[in-house]
């Protein structure tokens, strides 16, 4: 269960990144509600590539016994996630994804920390 769910959150954040390098307004519209402009395009991309840097790092491997470090690579990023765009929601407008984007960040928290503490 536990490589079940570490590679398919990473393979998520894999996803993404390539979303944010390759077509960075859509997932912006869609959890900001705003296009990223000015600083905030090469921003995207960057989360973008540090999003696929994570998810590769992240994926298991077939000859490690344990992945320990990397479900709690995820379990860190996915709390960060949460909170981050809890916040964002509460104190400022937002796009249509934002909250599930919340509730999926947070569903992936709790299904890593049963990872973890088992």
Partial sequence: M???VV?????LEIVVGAIFVTVP??????VFGAKPESIGRP????????LIALGIACLPSKAA???????LGLFVFNVGATILFAWVG???????????????????T??????LVT
């Fill in 2 to 4: 536990q490589r079940y």
């Fill in 7 to 11: 590679k398919a959150a990473a393979w």
């Fill in 25 to 30: 307004d859509i997932p912006c519209l869609l």
């Fill in 43 to 50: 921003l995207a991309h960057w989360v973008g590539v540090a």
């Fill in 65 to 71: 016994v344990s992945n320990h470090n990397a479900v």
């Fill in 90 to 108: 509460i104190v400022t407008i937002h796009g249509s994804a934002l909250w599930p984007v919340v509730i999926l960040h947070a569903v992936i």
């Fill in 110 to 115: 709790v299904a890593l920390l049963r990872q």
